[in-house]
């Protein structure tokens, strides 16, 4: 079956440095969604990529599909302490007409003040 | 606009006892997922409900697990009997569609602690 790798599973950064998280799909996917979930909170959705090699940004926050709809990154400019939480990558691959998720396991980001 | 609503928050149970968790989506989703989450992992898929029809259940072990949603509205999932190693928190989530542009919106989970 689909498997999502999601690197590192923890990274603990500085207030002010950058991060970034990287996930790699087994087979090709048909778009990924990424999602945030705050300690002791559930996930919440931050964005989807479709398109092979697209590029979106959200303030502080720069997400990357592969050319290959294989492997997808988020990274953070500039980290702040609300930026704490686990990031989850969900590809999303389509059997039956319906698009199924696949989660990985989760980077937690950890941001000393 | 409501959130997924799940219930209870918290269980705790004996092993070989039995569990049910129950969640009622978004108004208007049709898409309902039911994820397992155990500590430091990504949520893993059980069951994914398309209204009142089963979409994907590849990863749910059909020996002890089940779910329904009868109506296309709410839905309860069953544990019986538990065992250690599904002590987990469980997400239910709910989209407006199974199609290509559909964000998940998640509940707040009921943690399971089996003894």
């Known amino acids: 079956g689909q498997q999502v790798m999601q690197i590192p599973q923890y990274q603990h950064v500085q207030e002010g440095e950058d991060f970034t998280t990287y996930c790699n799909s087994s087979t090709t996917l048909s778009n990924i969604q990424w999602y945030k979930q705050r300690p002791g909170g559930h996930p919440v959705f931050l964005i989807q990529?479709?398109?092979?090699?697209e590029v979106k940004k959200q303030k502080r926050l720069t997400f990357q599909f592969g050319e290959a709809k294989k492997n997808s990154s988020l990274h953070i400019t500039a980290t702040q302490t609300t930026d704490v939480g686990t990031y989850f990558c969900a590809g999303r691959a389509v059997r039956g007409g319906s698009y199924i998720p696949t989660f990985g396991r989760g980077t937690s980001l950890i941001v000393h003040p | 606009e409501a959130g997924v609503a799940q219930s209870p928050r918290y269980k705790i149970i004996e092993k070989r006892q039995s569990v049910a968790f129950w969640c009622n989506p978004i108004s208007g989703h049709a898409t309902l997922y039911w994820y397992q989450q155990i500590l430091g992992q990504g949520p893993k898929l059980l069951i994914q409900f398309q209204n009142n029809g089963v979409v994907d259940d590849s990863q749910l072990p059909k020996d002890r697990f089940s779910a329904e949603r009868l109506k296309g509205v709410d839905s309860t999932l069953k544990i019986q009997p538990a065992k250690l190693e599904d002590s987990a928190v469980y997400l239910c989530?709910?989209?407006?569609?199974?199609?290509?542009?559909?964000?998940?919106?998640f509940g707040p989970g009921t943690r399971l602690t089996v003894l």
């Open positions: 989530a709910s989209s407006f569609s199974s199609g290509r542009y559909n964000e998940q919106f």
């Open positions: 990529l479709v398109k092979s090699g």
